[in-house]
């Protein structure tokens, strides 16, 4: 009879022992990199005719669980967006990029799903580091690459970010959808007439990849 006490007594040691090694892990915050490509567009209410860009993005975030079921996870990244556009005129045939550089911090509210796949949404914002357009024609005529002057654009960018991920115990891929709130241009008046050079909003979906340590 004492035997079998000592053996429900350790029993029920290991089994609380796990639980707390179990919730321990799932609630200890980790961080890690991350990054993958963005395809991105500039959504214009006058103009349907903007091809997708592709860019990348690369930064690190950290996840903080609340509980087995929701975390909190901010990322710092570095992310290239803007937009493309084809075009096929009497004077040329080619294509133009319009490529915006941000620093990009999303602040996502997780939830895992299952123990292996998450949805996820919150805001980001964004600071612009530079902005760039470049125009290639099929005959090399009116090819160039400049610089934008960045006090033609907001500095700031904001919106909304969700998407959705599948977790592993290091490594994790997802796809993500950045819907931008923010006209990339500054409105300037001209002529008494108000104007918003590009009036367009940042559009982008992500794919991604991450490391966690």
């Not at 075009?87 to 292996?116: C, D, I, M, S, W």
């Not at 009036?199 to 982008?204: E, F, P, T």
């Given at each position: 009879?004492?035997?079998k006490i000592?053996n429900?007594i350790?029993?029920l040691g290991?089994?609380?022992?796990?639980?707390v090694?179990?919730s321990q892990s799932?609630t200890?915050?980790?961080?890690?990199i991350?990054?993958?490509?963005?395809?991105?567009?500039?959504?214009?209410?006058?103009v349907?005719?903007n091809?997708?860009?592709?860019g990348f993005n690369?930064?690190?975030?950290?996840?903080?669980?609340l509980n087995?079921?929701?975390s909190?996870?901010p990322?710092?990244?570095?992310?290239?967006?803007?937009?493309?556009?084809?075009?096929?005129?009497?004077?040329?045939?080619g294509?133009?990029?319009?490529?915006?550089?941000?620093?990009?911090?999303?602040?996502l509210?997780?939830?895992?799903?299952?123990p292996?796949?998450?949805?996820?949404?919150?805001?980001?914002?964004?600071?612009l580091?530079d902005?760039?357009?470049?125009?290639e024609?099929n005959?090399?005529?009116f090819?160039?690459?400049?610089?934008?002057?960045?006090d033609?654009?907001n500095?700031?960018?904001?919106?909304?970010?969700?998407?959705?991920?599948?977790d592993?115990?290091?490594?994790?891929?997802?796809?993500?959808?950045?819907?931008?709130?923010?006209?990339?241009g500054k409105?300037q008046n001209i002529?008494?007439?108000?104007?918003?050079?590009?009036?367009?909003k940042n559009?982008?979906v992500?794919v991604?990849?991450?490391?966690?340590?």
């Amino acid at each position: 009879m004492k035997k079998k006490i000592l053996n429900g007594i350790v029993l029920l040691g290991l089994i609380g022992y796990t639980t707390v090694v179990h919730s321990q892990s799932t609630t200890t915050a980790s961080f890690g990199i991350k990054g993958g490509a963005n395809f991105s567009n500039l959504y214009v209410d006058d103009v349907d005719d903007n091809n997708v860009l592709t860019g990348f993005n690369l930064g690190l975030f950290v996840n903080m669980p609340l509980n087995e079921v929701v975390s909190i996870q901010p990322e710092f990244l570095y992310s290239q967006k803007g937009a493309k556009l084809s075009y096929n005129n009497a004077l040329a045939t080619g294509e133009a990029k319009f490529r915006l550089n941000y620093l990009e911090v999303p602040v996502l509210l997780k939830l895992n799903v299952t123990p292996n796949f998450n949805l996820h949404a919150g805001p980001y914002i964004a600071y612009l580091v530079d902005s760039k357009v470049t125009n290639e024609t099929n005959g090399g005529t009116f090819d160039f690459e400049q610089n934008i002057n960045n006090d033609d654009l907001n500095t700031f960018d904001y919106g909304l970010s969700g998407g959705f991920g599948f977790d592993f115990s290091t490594i994790s891929i997802g796809a993500r959808y950045n819907y931008g709130l923010n006209t990339v241009g500054k409105k300037q008046n001209i002529g008494g007439t108000t104007y918003t050079f590009p009036d367009g909003k940042n559009s982008s979906v992500s794919v991604y990849m991450g490391i966690k340590f």
